[in-house]
């Protein structure tokens, strides 16, 4: 069945450097990639998506690439800043079928 | 504001006790759905449904079941709960128009299952 793969599961990095989660995902028909940020306690909610006609997507300090090739997507954060400390989550979605298959979690701590 | 509301937020119940999960949403969404959340095993799908007629099984509804009583309601049921349910359960909603929807999650609610 589909399926997405999320590594790593823990990252720790000191403030101001760079983290990277990477997916893979199982069905090559997927078009939409959301990533998803849940602090401590708190709900998921929508950080970055991406959708499969484009390759790459910004917003200030965050990103994420697709290879549909290759079916790997990432999540690039820069400069990253303790409040950044959470458990990040990626999803992959075929538009028609309203439904997200999510990656299993990676727990980013930055350490001041 | 609109938003996404679970009741109740935590529950500690015994092996064998029937227990229900509600949620409500004020942001006028069709779709609804599901989650439980275990550490490592990321947000796995229970069930969900894209309007009060429609119910679709997820990829773990064993020992789950659900009723959407309108449009802002959908509640899960466990008939008869067991310890491996203890779990972090969300319920998110989704606009129906668009093909690439942002899914909006609920606050959770905690189970232990003794």
């Known amino acids: 069945g589909e399926n997405v793969e999320q590594h790593p599961s823990t990252l720790s990095v000191q403030e101001g450097d760079s983290a990277v989660i990477k997916c893979t995902y199982s069905?090559?028909?997927?078009?939409?990639f959301p990533w998803y940020k849940q602090e401590l306690g708190k709900r998921p909610q929508l950080i970055i998506d991406?959708?499969?006609?484009?390759g790459e997507k910004k917003d200030q300090r965050i990103a994420v690439t697709l290879n549909k090739t290759a079916k790997h997507f990432s999540l690039h954060i820069t400069e990253t800043q303790p409040e950044d400390s959470a458990v990040y989550f990626c999803?992959?979605?075929?538009?028609?079928?309203?439904?997200?298959?999510f990656g299993q979690g990676t727990t980013l701590q930055v350490k001041p | 504001d609109a938003d996404v509301t679970q009741t109740p937020r935590n529950r500690i119940t015994k092996t064998g006790k029937r227990i229900m999960l509600e949620c409500s949403q004020t942001k006028g969404h069709d779709r609804m759905y599901w989650y439980r959340q275990d550490p490592g095993l990321g947000l796995r799908l229970i069930y969900y449904s894209f309007d009060v007629k429609d119910i679709n099984k997820g990829e773990i509804s064993d020992g789950y079941s659900v009723s959407r009583q309108a449009q802002a309601k959908f509640s899960l049921s466990l008939e008869s709960a067991i310890p491996n349910q203890t779990a972090l359960y969300f319920c998110?909603?989704?606009?129906?128009?668009?093909?690439?929807?942002?899914?909006?999650f609920g606050p959770g609610t905690r189970l232990t299952v003794l």
């Open positions: 998110a909603t989704s606009p129906i128009a668009g093909p690439y929807n942002e899914q909006f």
């Open positions: 999803a992959a979605s075929r538009s028609n079928t309203g439904k997200l298959i």
């Open positions: 069905d090559s028909a997927s078009n939409y």
């Open positions: 991406i959708r499969s006609n484009v």
